[in-house]
Nanobody, 126 residues
Framework: VQLQASGGGLVQAGDSLRLSCEASGGPFSNYAIGWFRRTPGKDREFVAGVSRSGGSTRYADSVQGRFTISRNNAKNTVWLQMNSLKPEDTALYYC????????????????????WGRGTQVTVSS
């Protein structure tokens, strides 16, 4: 499966953005999807994940209550709605896919993912 992330941009603190991750080339509903981010000098970190069915989600503590991950398997798309953005959310955001058998599994470990899209830059000014 190939992934394409989009929707990044330059916003001010408190603003919202919605990132999209569009998939092609595979049965999208077979994959758990995760969003990760990387800032210069830091390791890539988990942001949010969603199960194959969309019924289970997990969030990093730093974004809990501000970000929402969702998916539509008919559209082969996962979204990351980001509200109340902070300067510390500035990063290159990636989506990733992991083929899993369990419908409710949410994958947090970045090393479990074997399909990655190119990142989309999010910059939040103070």
């Amino acid at each position: 499966v190939q992934l394409q992330a989009s929707g990044g941009g330059l916003v001010q603190a408190g603003d919202s953005l919605r990132l999209s991750c569009e998939a092609s080339g595979g049965p999208f509903s077979n994959y758990a999807i995760g969003w990760f981010r990387r800032t210069p000098g830091k390791d890539r970190e988990f942001v949010a994940g969603v199960s194959r069915s969309g019924g289970s989600t997990r969030y990093a503590d730093s974004v809990q209550g501000r970000f929402t991950i969702s998916r539509n398997n008919a559209k082969n798309t996962v979204w990351l709605q980001m509200n109340s953005l902070k300067p510390e959310d500035t990063a290159l955001y990636y989506c990733a896919a992991d083929f899993v058998l369990e419908l409710a599994a949410v994958i947090i470990n970045q090393y479990a993912y074997n399909h990655w899209g190119r990142g989309t830059q999010v910059t939040v000014s103070s």
